[in-house]
Structures are given as structure tokens and as C-alpha cells.
């Protein structure tokens, strides 16, 4: 694996994502993993900002927190599911269920690491009142960003053999998902244009980005700096992008006042990785919510031909 990071390094790479459904399966593994990638990240002075998958009782190993904190990592991708835990019961996603969830994820930051959580929406143990647990939710754990996806089962999966039984696969031209609900298709499909409506509003995502800036970047490990970075190439790259998100966002963009009140806090921090970060994702993220609202079909995260969710929810 080291060799492999030799030669991502040498290609010019900044960023790796631990391809992995969960980075702490094997808790002993990791553990023995950890501390080789926290030598081989001191070794080059942290060229390499590292992201994973794993699931939420993470928060529960403080062990591995501290060497993953150590090693770079920057970004855990969390498959919390939904916030109701009747329905992580039923999908037998109990390891959610170890901590309370907004504690869970607190204690993941706390160890500089942002949390991106997975949500679906269509379960059987849905309600019409789950739209409003999921954005309470949000309000309680700040993650600024969630993947909301409409359920949606693949062939060879116990999803998929579950529903086959029932006689719950639909395969219909249009149609969003191939999953019969138990609640009414429209009423599926309101609760998730009402989730990211709110959830990518712009006000609402800035600030969620505001209480990562002062409870989670802060206690990132402070980096020594990247020597390709300051490469005139690398200067002309940073001040380009720079430029281009002061122009688009803070000069033309509908959302100014959000975008310079962040950009005021973190550049005088000193946070112009996290900021650059911060501002292109949360424009990407409020650009998908409102090309989706419009019917542009390729941001939308559903539809047959660009699958919005896969759940393996019987795994």
C-alpha cells in the first residue's frame, strides 16, 4: 500500500480515498495499518489529505481516531441511513445505534475529521414524518454535507430478492425508483424534493460550514507546507481558483453575503485549503438542489438511468 501512496505521490496527487465499504472492519487491521501511514505522511511532510468510508461506531475507538487524525485523515463518509432507529433496527444496522448519533458524530470531529453522511429515503419503516426527523437531524448534527438518496435496489442483493418475493420491483419508463414504496410514490419523492430543498439552502449550508470551521478544521493537525504547492505552477493554479470563486460566487453569485462571511472567517484563520474546499463543495451542492428543481436529469441523484441510491438494507 505504502508503494502504491509512492506512486499516486509522484503523480502529482493530493488528495486519496480509501476505497473501502468500511475502513474499521477490521478493527486489529487498521490498528496495525495506522501507524505506517503516519510514518510514511511524516516521512514526506503530509503531501496526502486522506478520506474514507466506515461506520458510525468509529466514534467509539479513540485509539484509532488519534492515529487516523495523525495519519491525515480529513473526511470519514458515514452511512448513517436515517436518523430513526426503528428503521436501523430493521436493516440490522445496529452499529449505528452504539452511540447516539449527533454524539457519534461530535466525537468524530473532534478529531479534525469532517463527517459526510449517507441518508435514504423510501424505507419500509418511513412515515410521513420522517422528512422532518431527517432535518432535525441535520439541525442537531450540523454535517454540512448529505447525500439524500431515494432508495433503489440492484439485481444480486437481499434488497433486491426481498422486494422480488413481495412482488414490490417495478420497472416502469419515468419512474424514480424501481421500488414499490409502502408510502405513496408522490408522497416519497415530496419528502426528498423537501430534505435537499432545505438541507442545500444556502444560508442553512454556510452555517453548518461555520460550526465545522470552529468545532472540526480547528482541530486538524497543522500540516507542514507542501513545497509543490508553492511552485509557481501551483501558486498560479491556487490563485486562479481563488479568483475564479471570488468572481463567480462572492461578485456574481445570489448568495454573497453567506460566501463573504465565510471567507472573511477562514482566510483570516489561515484555513485557505479548508475554505477553497468548503466554497466549491457548498456551490456544487446548491447548484445540484437547484438543477434537480429545474428537471436537469444529469445532477439528480435518482432516476433509472443514473442511479440515485444503492442500499444493500437486508445486508
Keep these: 500500500m505504502l508503494g502504491e501512496l509512492d506512486r499516486l505521490r509522484a503523480g502529482g496527487a493530493q488528495s486519496v480515498y480509501f476505497v473501502d ?15 505506517h501511514l503516519v510514518d510514511w505522511q511524516r516521512r ?29 485523515f480529513v473526511t470519514v463518509f458515514c452511512g448513517i441511513e436515517t436518523p430513526e432507529p426503528e428503521a436501523l433496527r430493521a436493516m440490522s444496522k445496529q452499529q449505528n445505534l452504539r452511540l447516539p448519533i449527533v454524539e457519534a458524530v461530535e466525537r468524530i470531529n473532534a478529531y479534525g475529521m469532517e463527517v ?22 441535520v439541525r442537531a448534527s450540523r454535517i454540512p454535507i448529505l447525500t439524500i438518496n431515494i432508495l433503489y435496489a ?18 416502469e419508463a419515468g419512474r424514480e425508483s424501481n421500488v414499490d414504496f409502502l408510502l405513496p410514490y408522490d408522497t416519497v419523492l415530496d419528502m426528498w424534493r423537501r430534505c435537499i430543498e432545505t438541507v442545500y439552502e444556502p444560508e442553512f449550508l ?23 504547492r508553492l511552485s509557481p505552477r501551483g501558486l498560479r493554479r491556487g490563485l486562479g481558483v481563488l479568483g475564479r470563486l471570488f468572481w463567480r460566487l462572492g461578485v456574481r453569485g445570489d448568495y454573497r453575503r453567506p460566501f463573504w462571511r465565510m471567507a472573511v472567517r477562514m482566510l483570516a484563520a489561515g484555513r485557505f485549503e479548508q475554505f477553497v474546499h468548503s466554497a466549491l463543495v457548498s456551490h456544487h451542492l446548491i447548484e445540484f438542489a437547484r438543477q434537480g428543481f429545474a428537471g436537469m436529469p444529469e445532477p439528480s441523484f435518482y432516476a433509472p438511468a443514473r442511479v440515485v441510491a444503492v442500499l444493500n438494507a437486508d445486508a
Design 116 to 137: 459526510v453522511s449517507g441518508i435514504i429515503i423510501g424505507l419500509d419503516t418511513d412515515s410521513p414524518a420522517t422528512a422532518d426527523r431527517i432535518l432535525d437531524f
Design 206 to 228: 454556510y452555517a453548518r460550514y461555520a460550526h465545522t470551521q470552529a468545532h472540526t478544521f480547528r482541530r486538524r493537525k497543522r500540516y507542514p507546507v507542501d513545497l509543490r
Design 44 to 72: 514526506h511532510r503530509y503531501p496526502l489529505r486522506l478520506a474514507c468510508e466506515a461506520t458510525l461506531n468509529l466514534a467509539t475507538n479513540d485509539a484509532i481516531l488519534a492515529l487516523m487524525r495523525e495519519a491525515g
Design 154 to 171: 440492484l439485481p444480486k442483493t437481499p434488497l433486491w430478492a426481498r422486494l422480488e418475493r413481495a412482488g414490490r420491483l417495478r420497472e
Design 21 to 35: 465499504d468500511n475502513f474499521i472492519a477490521n478493527q486489529k487491521a487498521a490498528l496495525a495499518l495506522l501507524p
